[in-house]
């Protein structure tokens, strides 16, 4: 398993007084090349629970590993990338060279092998080349957000963790951002985005998770995720529309959940034959 969690238990204040426990005795599993989606209330534990992924938090009990080691462990470090909700602060270079080269470098590779890494990250997320010498706080907020996670996937991740990557972006960003994931997963990079656009990401998604409380509610099959009371899409012709443009030949004069349902699965039927 490549990313385990068992048993995690998580609280800031490093107690298990009532009402401190963020993470309660999670236990979850992701799979090498998986498109994982993970949903949830406000202050329910996505961001902590992510965060142990590469060992930016340490949990109170039980255990995480990425690849067998434990995700505190340097090696993790290479081994998953994280963006998080406001990726700008993560930006800091003079140009966007300097900031997509950051990682690469302190991994040892220089010249022009280094020119090719930052050009095929900058290609990869959908950034022309030709950025490379401007300042990346001169770029619109939606390119500068791209341009982090260039500097990511410059230091060739195997996992690519994001926050919320789509927070306070306008549509043409946010449909920018989820192509360059879905570019970045056609790759092989095993993807785990915490976000509430979920229609962005279904077609892709291997399973979803919605928590609550801390706790996992539900894990399943986005399938099963819109027949689950915890489907938070209101806006099912939306949702159809967002397929149809991302290349599914979904009917989208369709209202209800159920219709919804027998649209994806007669696609999925078509894709898999199953
Ligand atoms: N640094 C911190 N110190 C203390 N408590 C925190 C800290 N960060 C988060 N919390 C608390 O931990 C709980 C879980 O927060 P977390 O940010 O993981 O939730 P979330 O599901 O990501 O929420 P959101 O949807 O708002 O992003 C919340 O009650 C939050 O107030
Ligand atoms: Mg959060």
Known sequence: MPITVEDVSFSYTRNTQLGSIVLDRVSMNINQGEFLVIMGEIGSGKSTLVKHFN????????????????????????????????????LFGRTVFEDVAFAPSNFGISGKELLTKVIESLKLVGLDENIVSKSPFSLSNGHMRLVALAGIIAASPKYLV?????????PKSRNELFKA????????ITVVVVTHNIHHVLPLATRVFFMERGKIAFEGSPEDYFLSGYSQVQDIPLLMRELRKSGLDVNDDVFTVEEAFREIMHIKKMRTGT
Request: charged residues 20%.
């Open 55 to 90: 060992g930016l938090l340490k949990p109170l009990s039980g255990k995480v590993t990425v690849d067998g080691y434990n995700a505190t462990s340097v090696q993790v470090r290479k081994l998953v990338g994280m963006l998080f909700q406001f990726p700008q602060q993560q």
């Open 162 to 170: 994001l926050d919320e990557p789509s927070t306070g972006l306008d």
């Open 181 to 188: 994931l879905r570019e970045i997963h056609a790759t092989g």
